[in-house]
């Protein structure tokens, strides 16, 4: 590997990430971590479901994540809440496609993920607008859309969840968590680049809340940097999560956006580099300070010293 290709860090990445799917060029800062806006087009969410099933509410609140800072829209159209069932693709595209399409045509040209792991769901995202394919089973649901990925030109996010969302968190065990989940990133990353899909498009996600209880959520965050091989983008989603609720004895998610800013930018100086939560405003200020006290500059990234 060229010395050109390792960041300061030593993830082996590049600081900005290029590519191109169709006739749009996209692109990606990653001198600082980046924020992931969610956008959940269904009845049914955890969090906020129904809040944006309507395709003029989820262009809205998309529209209000661009404003706030995020980098990056992630839609998706089937909750994977824990004992949650499947949707049909049919449905999942119905949901979706007014919204993709809505959002591909404003001038801002915004980076679109698609939650999905149903390799035809994300093609047509993919031909709508979307930029990005974010798998909660990695490619062990539907294999080929790895080689949709591939075929598009298209970053994917590889996430761990020990088996599904119908029963994830019945009594989920490990001997070695962190161990575990690495072993299981990588072999999931492997597979990604033998259908294709180059590293640097590769983005891996330790699946925080998906088959954990709340001491391996815990564990995971605070052993972050070992959680991930070299050379992957790394992922932090913890937005809302129950085991936040748990610390801060809120039962309600939508009371949990304090709590996962703080989640988020302890995670931001791990080593996150994409930040993916359900209200952007407080991670971003709360990122921005825990960077500005890391480098003892007020500095943003890249800027010159005065």
């Known amino acids: 590997m060229p010395d050109s290709y390792l960041q300061s860090d030593g993830t082996g990445a590049p600081e900005t990430l290029r590519w191109s799917v169709g006739q749009r060029n996209y692109s990606l800062d990653f001198s600082r971590p980046v924020l992931m806006g969610i956008v959940n087009v269904t009845p049914d969410s955890f969090s906020d479901g ?65 939650d999905t792991y149903k ?61 575990e989940v690495r072993a299981f990133l990588l072999q999931r990353a492997l597979l990604a680049m033998e259908a294709g899909i180059p590293k640097e498009r590769i983005f891996l996600d330790p699946g925080i809340g998906f088959g954990k209880n709340a001491d391996h959520n815990l564990t995971l965050i605070n052993h972050f940097p070992e959680v991930f091989p070299p050379g992957f983008r790394r992922v932090m989603a913890l937005s809302r999560k129950a085991f936040l609720g748990k610390i801060i004895n809120d039962p309600d998610p939508l009371k949990r956006d304090a709590a996962t800013a703080v989640a988020s930018a302890l995670s931001a100086l791990k080593g996150a580099e994409i930040l993916r939560v359900h209200n952007v405003a407080p991670t971003l200020e709360a990122m921005s300070v825990a960077l500005a006290v890391k480098r003892e500059s007020l500095a943003p990234v890249g800027a010159p010293q005065s």
Do not use: C
């Open 119 to 179: 390799a035809s769901v994300a093609e047509k995202a993919l031909l709508a607008g979307a930029s990005i394919v974010n798998d909660v089973y990695a490619g062990r649901k539907e294999p080929e859309i790895l080689a949709v990925a591939a075929k598009y030109g298209a970053p994917v996010i590889l996430m761990h969840m020990l088996g599904e969302p119908r029963t994830m968190q019945v009594e989920p065990r490990y001997d070695d968590v962190v161990g």
């Open 50 to 114: 129904g809040h944006f099933f309507e395709p003029e509410a989820a262009v809205a609140q998309a529209r209000r994540h661009l404003r706030e800072g995020a980098a990056i829209l992630d839609l998706g159209a089937e909750t994977t809440r824990p004992g949650s069932l499947p949707t049909e693709a049919g449905e999942e595209w119905r949901r979706l496609a007014p919204v993709i399409e809505a959002l591909a045509e404003l001038p801002e040209r915004p980076i679109i993920s698609v």
